[in-house]
């Protein structure tokens, strides 16, 4: 369920939206921002995404470092296009040796735009003027949208179209994790106190929450692990 809506109780700390998707990166990114002080509102998305499953996972993490906690449904899945959102296109199960110009076939058009649209439009109403994302340009850099260029063109966006930039606000996008390895991103996180066995990060889970392994994120998240000396927390299901 989600936690208590936006009261009218007084701004004692600043406020912050942190997309959060019940990931690996976003468990950390919300970690960062609520170290840094701030009182964190989630937002997580239903947008017709394989499985469910990490929405579930997302209100946990958010239940114990956030104030309030929003999940949105958008379409994006219905206009297809990815292995993320149409069962027909398969999901890789080996990481490919991409060119730097090719796009892996897991990009969601526009997701990050679309998600942070909606973040923009929730920041106005609790007067939120930072909004965090967990984007990282390192091992994902086949994505557009986790692009530096991306975000800093978004934040110039952002500040022209909400009340808060025209009335003299500074609207601003944070993206702590952009330029970090996932073994930093772990081993930041574990400083932070996250437990990584409430996460997922896998392109196809199980309706419980278990990953395949095979997949690019359940590689990279392993690999993420080892490099940091760290156990693993991830839960497999079994293969057959």
Same mark, same amino acid.
């Given at each position: 369920g989600e936690i208590s809506p936006v009261s009218d109780a007084p701004i004692t700390r600043p406020r912050a939206v942190v997309l959060l998707s019940g990931g690996l990166d976003s468990a950390t990114t919300l970690a960062m921002a609520q170290a840094e002080g701030f009182e964190c509102f989630c937002l997580s998305f239903d947008y017709g995404q394989r499985h469910l499953t990490e929405i579930r996972f997302a209100g946990q993490i958010a239940s114990k470092r956030a104030a309030h906690h929003k999940v949105v449904s958008v379409d994006i899945a219905g206009f297809g296009g990815s292995a993320?959102?149409?069962?027909?296109?398969?999901?890789?199960?080996?990481?490919?040796?991409?060119?730097?110009?090719?796009?892996?076939?897991?990009?969601?058009?526009?997701?990050?735009?679309?998600?942070?649209?909606?973040? #923009?439009?929730?920041a106005e109403v609790p007067g939120a003027l930072d909004i965090f994302i967990g984007v990282n340009a390192v091992d994902y850099s086949g994505y557009p949208d986790c692009r530096p260029e991306f975000i800093q063109a978004f934040e110039t966006m952002?500040?022209?179209?909400?009340? &808060?930039?025209?009335?003299?606000?500074?609207?601003? &996008?944070?993206?702590? #994790? &952009?330029?970090?390895?996932?073994?930093?991103?772990?081993?930041?996180?574990l400083g932070l106190g996250v437990d990584y066995g409430q996460t997922v990060s896998c392109y196809q889970l199980d309706e419980s929450g278990g990953a395949c392994g095979e997949c690019d994120s359940c590689r990279i998240r392993r690999a993420g692990f080892e490099a940091a000396g760290a156990p693993d927390p991830t839960r497999y299901f079994p293969r057959g």
């Open positions: 993320l959102t149409d069962r027909n296109i398969a999901v890789p199960t080996v990481v490919a040796a991409n060119e730097p110009s090719d796009i892996p076939v897991t990009y969601v058009p526009a997701r990050n735009t679309v998600f942070l649209a909606y973040a #923009l439009a929730y952002a500040n022209l179209a909400t009340r &808060i930039g025209v009335e003299g606000g500074r609207l601003r &996008i944070h993206t702590p #994790l &952009i330029a970090l390895s996932k073994e930093a991103i772990i081993q930041a996180g």
